[in-house]
């Protein structure tokens, strides 16, 4: 009994000690954020157009945008939804839109609630990213690698971008959080499967996340229970999309449409100019899209991996920054 609460004890003051090393890390980089505080980098189109989507939103008149591309306006005629003084949005993912809603709710200005917001995220992603490390490794390598993480000169002012990316990373690490978890808990997948519907709602390449949970799910489960953890995932996942597959449904008659899916899918996978909302006359149909393009797009992963991995100028312009903080 003695040894028990020995080892109890034990563990409570690593458990303690870690979480005041993390606090004390979150406070640190918190302070550093508000004290650089600045909308000097909400600069980029894209944040532009989830800032006016999210107002719009905001006031009341749905996932509505005040922008269009060219090739979007033959799809938006051909399907009667072309006049009006806002059309529908086919173009973002709605996640970040919505959440950036809930910050106007704080602020007047939407650039200010914009930047908050992303900030928001990459300050909240710093204790996941400490424990999970913690979990994974140990308390050494849990604040060596979150500090490492905060101080990245690309992740600190992406902080201050009204981007998605904060948001994506931090559901990111909520996922890989979650499947550090026991296998043999029901509920895990459920969760696991809600996150992969919350990462693709916040960034559309993150679709690419789903299959490989399944997979994890299948593998890493006990065979009584090797059926039931897909099934939960998935389960968890139509939970978070349902209501977005409707919405796009009502509105075009596929679920899962966007123009934003097929940008990303060509762009930089052919010698052509691929930026297809720019193109009048592009096509907008998955099948049609995949099928122009045959091979090109898998091999674009693969080299846009290799590229982040083994690209020196990548690694000395993230980390050069970083060592001098």
């Given at each position: 009994m ?28 918190a ?7 600045n ?77 908050i ?28 690698s ?11 002012l ?168």
């Amino acid at each position: 009994m003695d040894t028990f609460f020995a080892r109890t004890k034990t563990v409570w003051d690593l458990n303690k000690r870690a979480v005041v090393i993390c606090l004390l890390i979150s406070i640190s980089i918190a302070v550093l954020w508000i004290w650089g505080f600045n909308t000097h980098y909400f600069t980029r189109r894209d944040a532009y157009d989830y800032a006016q989507i999210s107002l719009q939103f905001f006031q009341g008149k749905g996932l509505s945008t005040l922008q269009i591309f060219p090739r979007h306006i033959p799809y938006f005629q051909d399907n009667g939804i072309l006049t009006g003084s806002t059309w529908p949005n086919l173009n973002r993912n709605p996640l970040l839109m919505i959440l950036n809603a809930a910050f106007l709710r704080f602020f007047d200005s939407v650039i200010i609630a914009s930047v908050i917001q992303s900030g928001f995220w990459y300050l909240a992603s710093i204790p996941v990213l400490f424990f999970l490390a913690k979990r994974l490794t140990n308390l050494r390598v849990a604040i060596i690698s979150t500090i490492f993480y905060a101080a990245d000169p690309v992740v600190f002012l992406y902080g201050y971008s009204g981007m998605t990316e904060t948001l994506a990373t931090f559901l990111l690490l909520c996922l890989l959080f979650v499947l550090t978890w026991d296998n043999e808990k029901q509920w895990k997948w459920l969760l696991a499967g809600a996150l992969c519907g919350l990462t693709y709602l916040a960034r559309t390449q993150f679709v690419i996340l789903i299959p490989l949970v399944l997979i994890y799910a299948w593998i890493f489960t006990s065979k009584p229970r090797r059926y039931a953890a897909p099934i939960l995932v998935i389960a968890g996942l139509l939970v978070l999309l349902t209501p977005w597959m409707v919405r796009n449904y009502r509105i075009t008659g596929d679920p899962l449409f966007s123009f934003t899916t097929s940008r990303n899918l060509v762009l930089d996978a052919i010698d052509e100019p691929s930026d297809l909302e720019m193109q009048l006359h592009a096509p907008v149909d998955l099948f049609t899209i995949l099928g122009q393009t045959g091979g090109a797009i898998p091999l674009k992963f693969f080299r846009n991996v290799a590229d982040t991995i083994f690209s020196i100028a990548y690694w000395a312009t993230s980390f050069r920054g970083m060592y001098l903080i």
